[in-house]
């Protein structure tokens, strides 16, 4: 019973990698095989968590024929779709590595960047990818460019794209940290206001060759403007104080 949660849950690892899933099945099979291809040469003990978001299209199905192949991966499964915020809770609510990897299932991100990011969590709690070269469509690329511009106004930011969900965080990043739905877009601001270290590096990025994209104009632009004036009210009232002296 190698993935009961029982028998998982208890061993800690070195690096889990938590994947959102919802209908990226004809995606799972290649992206299996390039985690395996990036992490296995790097010797360490790891878990890949698929957690599946409610998926139609069979993907779940396909991840438990994949474990019997792979070890290394378990599935969390949602009875309905739930968002990408919660899938990314679900799965660090389980994850038993002291690095926590974020990905997309798509292979927009390529697990071979995986490395690069784990050598930088060496020096910082928190590694953000960077996809200096976007390969979406143009309206894509140029909303995800107004996004950032006024994400980083409003919040007072300097991560150059905080939509890349290619990010190493240290497991203690997320101790404090309550998550409501759309807060994945933020995680580099939430950790930074619980004082830890935030860096970024350049990742690659492809364009998505099967399924489709889950966001458009309305539910990525304008409730992530929301959300952003939620952060920004955070920010703003966030408690801070000195203690000088106490009995
Ligand atoms: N995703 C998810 N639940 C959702 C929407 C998206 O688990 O409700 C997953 C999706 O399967 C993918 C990742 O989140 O692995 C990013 O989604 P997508 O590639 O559609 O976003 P885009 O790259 O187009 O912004
Ligand atoms: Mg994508």
Same mark, same amino acid.
């Given at each position: 019973?190698?993935?009961?949660?029982?028998?998982?849950?208890?061993?800690?690892?070195?690096?889990?990698?938590?994947?959102?899933?919802?209908?990226? +099945?004809?995606?799972?099979?290649? @992206?299996?095989?390039?985690?395996?291809?990036?992490?296995?040469?790097?010797?360490?003990?790891?878990?890949?968590?698929?957690?599946?978001?409610?998926?139609?299209?069979?993907?779940?199905?396909?991840?438990?024929? @994949?474990?019997?192949?792979?070890?290394?991966? +378990?599935?969390?499964?949602?009875?309905?779709?739930?968002?990408?915020?919660?899938?990314?809770?679900?799965?660090?609510?389980?994850? +038993?590595?002291?690095?926590?990897?974020?990905?997309?299932?798509?292979?927009?991100?390529?697990?071979?960047?995986?490395?690069?990011?784990?050598?930088?969590?060496?020096?910082?709690?928190?590694?953000?990818?960077?996809?200096?070269?976007?390969?979406?469509?143009?309206?894509?690329?140029?909303?995800?460019?107004?996004?950032?511009?006024?994400?980083?106004?409003?919040?007072?930011?300097?991560?150059?794209?905080?939509?890349?969900?290619?990010?190493?965080?240290?497991?203690?990043?997320?101790?404090?940290?309550?998550?409501?739905?759309?807060?994945? +877009?933020?995680?580099?601001?939430?950790?930074?206001?619980?004082?830890?270290?935030?860096?970024?590096?350049?990742?690659?990025?492809?364009?998505?060759?099967?399924?489709?994209?889950?966001?458009?104009?309305?539910?990525?632009?304008?409730?992530?403007?929301?959300?952003?004036?939620?952060?920004?009210?955070?920010?703003?009232?966030?408690?801070?104080?000195?203690?000088?002296?106490?009995?």
């Amino acid at each position: 019973m190698i993935n009961s949660p029982e028998s998982t849950e208890s061993k800690a690892l070195e690096i889990s990698i938590v994947i959102p899933i919802y209908n990226e +099945r004809e995606n799972l099979t290649l @992206l299996d095989e390039k985690i395996t291809q990036s992490i296995k040469p790097l010797k360490k003990e790891y878990e890949v968590i698929l957690v599946d978001d409610g998926s139609v299209d069979g993907s779940a199905d396909l991840i438990r024929k @994949l474990k019997n192949g792979n070890p290394h991966l +378990r599935l969390i499964r949602f009875g309905r779709n739930h968002g990408q915020t919660a899938a990314f809770a679900a799965g660090f609510s389980k994850a +038993r590595g002291n690095i926590i990897v974020t990905m997309d299932a798509d292979l927009q991100n390529d697990p071979a960047d995986i490395p690069l990011l784990l050598e930088k969590i060496n020096e910082y709690d928190v590694v953000c990818g960077w996809r200096h070269k976007r390969n979406d469509p143009w309206i894509k690329k140029l909303s995800s460019k107004i996004a950032n511009a006024v994400r980083n106004a409003l919040s007072e930011e300097c991560i150059a794209d905080t939509g890349c969900s290619l990010k190493a965080f240290r497991r203690t990043c997320f101790k404090n940290i309550k998550l409501y739905n759309g807060m994945h +877009r933020f995680f580099p601001t939430l950790m930074k206001m619980e004082g830890f270290s935030v860096t970024q590096v350049k990742v690659g990025h492809y364009p998505r060759m099967h399924g489709y994209s889950k966001y458009n104009i309305r539910n990525r632009l304008f409730a992530s403007f929301k959300d952003l004036l939620a952060i920004r009210w955070m920010k703003k009232r966030q408690i801070n104080y000195d203690i000088i002296e106490e009995d």
